[in-house]
């Protein structure tokens, strides 16, 4: 079967094609990648908000855990509890998605606009 194009036709594919390239940019520029941010909560007490578009180390605690924030993602990277759970886990970086440390009391949750694919009793 053969289809064919007239000239209008080809420019609307062409032009069709150029919205979806520049509006998948803009996604990227502006918030791509679940841009957010991380708080930080020790004993239920806030202790800091830091944006995971911003790549950066942070003590927690008195330097009991240090939370790495790189590439739109936290990641606690380093412990004095025995357990090392927290360690252990996975970067986080979309809304819902935590970390916590519970012999430090160390909470750090993600605040952000892409969800989670994992539900509440998942996740």
């Known amino acids: 079967m053969k289809i064919n194009l007239q000239k209008k036709d080809k420019m609307l594919i062409v ?9 998948a940019a803009a996604h990227l520029v502006i918030g791509g990648g679940g841009a957010g941010r991380v708080i930080v909560k020790v004993d239920g007490e806030l202790k800091g908000t830091y944006s995971l578009a911003e790549d950066q180390e942070i003590e927690i605690n008195g330097g009991t855990n240090v939370l790495q924030i790189k590439n739109g993602e936290a990641d606690m990277i380093q412990a004095d509890c025995p357990d090392q759970l927290c360690v252990n ?3 986080v970086s979309l809304r819902g998605e935590s970390i ?3 012999p430090n009391k ?4 993600v605040e952000s606009a892409e969800s989670s694919e994992l539900d509440a009793v998942t996740n």
Do not use: M, T
Request: glycine residues 0%; charged residues 5%; contains cysteine.
């Open 100 to 102: 916590i440390c519970l």
């Open 106 to 109: 160390v909470v750090v949750q």
């Open 89 to 91: 886990q996975r970067a």
């Open 15 to 23: 032009i069709i094609a150029c919205v979806a390239a520049l509006a």
